[in-house]
């Protein structure tokens, strides 16, 4: 049992600095895409990527080799990840706790309203520098290609997505036959045109909120995966440094230098 956490340690370790080379990959390769979502995901996935390579490195060769001061960084960055995460964790509960979408009468899709999303959420989608590249993503994604050739039969049996349902039609209340109607606002930023449809309206930066918030919720259950993955982790790293310690204090010349000591008689006539 003595080396038994600092042999876990080191596997766990060394598959995590292997794992950390795709995702480093992954962000440099997306650093070179000319696509507007790949390289607003290239940052985090980079941090994502160096960090984990390197508390990897550290409680590796702590883990391996004894060294202790290797392990006590690797332990501190360890917790402060984990805190980082469950705090990430909570708030992501917080802030997408609101929202969802709104039946339609003879629909099977359903319409999404921006005053249902969190402060935060709205604060955010609706920074015009933020939204325009949001815009640009959905854009690029050619989301609304198929939705703009539809019938008026598809409309009524066939589902959308929350970004279909808020960007690329307008709104089910709207009367373009009325003139004197009072109607909501993103009737009247509705046009025709396929680069610009309701790309501008509230409902599609609903639909785009709503895309977020079920995303994070699937995130969530990944992130507590990990929390639990990363706690056990560091509860070996902390039975690793005690050996490591304890290494030091029993071994503080080293192991081979200790064993080439030879016991000296004296004898005194």
Known sequence: MYRFSNTVIGFLNLFTLLASIPIIGAGLWMARSST????????PLLVVGFVVLIISLAGFIGACFHVAWALWVYLVIMLLIIATLMGLTIF???V???GGGTEVSGRIYQEYHLDKYSGWLR???EDPRYWMTVRSCILGSKTCGQVVS?????YLTRDMSPVQSGCCKPPTSCDYTATTTAQESDCYRWNNDPNVLCYECDSCKAGALENVRRDW???AVLSIVMLLFLIGIYSIGCCAFQNAKRAETDYPYG???MSKVRPRWDFHW
């Open 255 to 257: 192991r081979n230098r």
């Open 96 to 98: 997408t706790s609101p």
């Open 217 to 219: 919720h699937k995130l």
């Open 123 to 125: 604060k955010r989608i």
């Open 92 to 94: 992501g509960f917080v």
């Open 36 to 43: 507007t979502c790949e390289n607003f995901l290239q940052t």
């Open 150 to 154: 539809w019938t008026p039969y598809d």
